[in-house]
């Protein structure tokens, strides 16, 4: 795989590439960022280039607009802050590869960094159609004289600007990609133990698979989150209001006599937050996990389980964690997420591989006051690197290897 060091090694002056990063970032109200960590993860690719004299159009998607242009969608507020963190004025383009895209792009001068507008405006970003999505590609492709793959985020879509490009151009990893396969590696490769995945969020059903895999690899599974009460369930307890996937209680019981049966230790809450609903307004209380009453839902592990779970973690060498362990949001729910990333934060001091696996994880640990640095990585991509630990193939890494 050739990486933008081996593109750096070219003379770039007078050259154009294509970057697509992600800038995939949440939005407030008022449109105003709440979380830039994928934008100053995407910096160090784009000024690389930029100050080796490269022209640089960067693109990028944000939400899931359908196709056509939605205001609520655009790019427009990423600009400024790209802009900040480079220290020199982004461009700005209307549309993907219309008239105002190919005004910017003719516009630039060595050096200069361009942004265009979300290109899921355009459908044939995402279409299943190869045709329609080769047509785009081949528009974004008329842009470059090479390509740039940098938005870890995106290597698990067959999309127009991850993978097709890449076949139109000659393509290399971006820095970010490049950091983040590494980081995967580690994680899949003979990791250092004791090795332990943390697991929340909402659904079970997204990370079932996920589960099944990583008992061939993990020694410890912790599993919080609203996922947690199938488990539960499946354990043969009340678990009220709660979030349940009652199809798949089934499937968690079966998980949970192979783990015993194979030495893996599968970890679950002992207490929990409970509310009669989900609101930071009324009063909750902390109760068993086998005795959660049946008109209440859980809503963040209790403070037993945040001991239980950080216990199992600050002696590991290797510990991934995605998902929070209940809505951080709200301060009643956020002392067990905390819990967790007080753990990592501990293992990282003591020289162990601590990874952040992106999306609300990335969101929560950086709301709930922690750095960067106080973990070994922050992925910048929770669903590819689900997908790479699932065992699935990435197209737009694969790509990048031809």
Wanted: proline content about 4%; overall charge negative; aromatic content about 6%.
């Amino acid at each position: 795989m050739k990486t933008i060091d081996n593109l750096l090694e070219e003379d770039l002056h007078g050259k154009t590439v294509l970057v697509r990063s992600d800038l995939n970032v949440p939005l407030d109200e008022s449109r105003a960022i709440t979380d830039d960590g994928r934008v100053r993860a995407s910096v160090p690719t784009i000024k690389k280039l930029s100050d080796a004299g490269a022209k640089v159009v960067v693109v990028a998607h944000l939400g899931r607009p359908k196709g056509a242009p939605e205001d609520k969608y655009s790019l427009r507020p990423v600009v400024g802050r790209l802009s900040e963190l480079l220290g020199k004025d982004v461009a700005f383009a209307e549309d993907t590869v219309g008239e105002s895209a190919k005004s910017v792009v003719a516009g630039l001068k060595d050096g200069d960094v361009a942004l265009l507008e979300n290109l899921r405006f355009n459908p044939g970003e995402t279409s299943k159609d190869e045709a329609e999505r080769g047509a785009f590609a081949d528009e974004l492709a008329a842009f470059a004289d090479a390509f740039v793959s940098d938005g870890f985020g995106v290597v698990h879509r067959k999309q127009a600007s991850v993978y097709d490009v890449a076949t139109r151009l000659p393509h290399y990893a971006g820095g970010l990609v490049g950091d983040e396969v590494t980081v995967l590696k580690r994680l899949t490769e003979d990791p250092q133990r004791p090795y332990a995945v943390v697991l929340g969020g909402a659904k079970v059903a997204d990370k079932l698979a996920v589960i099944e895999n990583l008992m061939k690899t993990a020694d410890r599974l912790l599993i919080g989150g609203g996922m947690a009460y199938t488990f539960l369930k499946a354990q043969g307890h009340e678990v009220g209001t709660s979030l349940l996937d009652a199809e798949k209680v089934e499937t968690c019981r079966t998980f949970l006599e192979e783990a015993k049966a194979n030495g893996v230790e599968i970890v679950l809450p002992v207490d929990t937050v409970v509310a009669p609903e989900f609101s930071a307004a009324v009063e909750t209380e902390v109760v068993p996990s086998d005795a959660i009453p049946a008109d209440k839902m859980g809503l963040d592990i209790g403070p037993e389980s945040g001991k239980l779970f950080a216990s199992k973690l600050t002696d590991c060498k290797t510990v991934f964690w995605n998902g929070p362990m209940g809505a951080f949001e709200m301060a009643p729910y956020a002392a067990g997420t905390k819990a967790v990333a007080e753990a990592l934060v501990e293992a990282t001091s003591n020289g162990a591989l601590t990874v952040v696996g992106g999306g609300d994880s990335a969101a929560a640990v950086r709301q709930l006051g922690f750095s960067d640095d106080q973990f070994g990585h922050i992925s910048t991509g929770g669903g590819a690197s689900l997908e790479y630990l699932e065992g699935k193939s990435l197209p737009g890494i694969e790509i990048l290897a031809d």
